[in-house]
């Protein structure tokens, strides 16, 4: 079975600085997304970057990016400039393509800012 | 642009009571999907629907659990018998083909208390 493990619950980053994420995974699959959703306190699931495991190009979106390290399993998430409306609990998802296309998350990492 | 509507945002049922969940999901997408929430644990996945029928479900979805899709828009998920363990946010997804590829949509979720 499919598991994620992100393995810092708390990470706090000064504003404008830069902040990395953890995540890594287990699957025995070649085709597979991965995801990172930010839950602001109002719980609502927003997504902030997606990566499909056959490209090799990174994935950025404005100030987010990942470093997603297929053979080792690793799919981190950089926050650049951060902002104090980042402040969230972040979790990392994989997703299967096969089947259901259900999500598998992590257990979610809360990131605070500190001004 | 699109979103996926649940109803309501919160809701409290005595314990034996029965809860339908209700939610719109975007309209051009194929797979429906249920996730739960604990509060302070990561998001779990209960149940896709495609094509009118389950696809795949959790071992969470236990009898006690139904979906429908009883016209054209909506999809719900039926608690028969509520019990205290089921307190919790309930996220309704929808996506347009498989996780990654389309849009992967999460309604803002459904307080479930049950007292």
């Known amino acids: 079975a499919q598991t994620v493990t992100q393995s810092q619950p708390e990470m706090s980053v000064q504003e404008a600085e830069t902040v990395t994420l953890s995540c890594t995974y287990d699957t025995s699959e070649s085709d597979y997304y991965l995801f990172w959703y930010k839950q602001p306190p109002s719980r609502q699931m927003i997504l902030v970057i997606r990566?499909?495991?056959?490209?090799?190009q990174n994935a950025t979106e404005n100030r987010f990016s990942v470093n997603f390290q297929k053979a080792a399993k690793s799919f981190s998430l950089k926050i650049s400039d951060s902002q104090l409306g980042d402040a969230a609990m972040y979790f990392c998802?994989?997703?299967?393509?096969?089947?259901?296309?259900?999500?598998?998350f992590g257990q979610g990492t809360r990131l605070t800012i500190n001004p | 642009e699109p979103e996926v509507t649940q109803t309501p945002s919160h809701q409290v049922t005595q314990m034996g009571q029965e809860v339908i969940l209700r939610c719109v999901p975007i309209s051009n997408h194929l797979y429906f999907y249920w996730y739960r929430q604990i509060l302070g644990q990561k998001v779990e996945f209960l149940v896709s629907f495609y094509n009118n029928e389950i696809s795949e479900k959790s071992e969470i979805f236990d009898d006690q659990f139904s979906v429908e899709r009883p016209d054209g828009s909506n999809f719900t998920l039926k608690i028969r018998s509520t019990k205290l363990e089921d307190s919790a946010m309930y996220f309704c997804?929808?996506?347009?083909?498989?996780?990654?590829?389309?849009?992967?949509?999460f309604g803002s979720g459904t307080r479930l208390t049950v007292v």
């Open positions: 990566q499909e495991a056959y490209k090799q």
């Open positions: 997804a929808s996506s347009e083909a498989s996780a990654g590829a389309g849009g992967y949509t």
């Open positions: 998802a994989y997703g299967i393509i096969q089947g259901a296309q259900k999500l598998v």
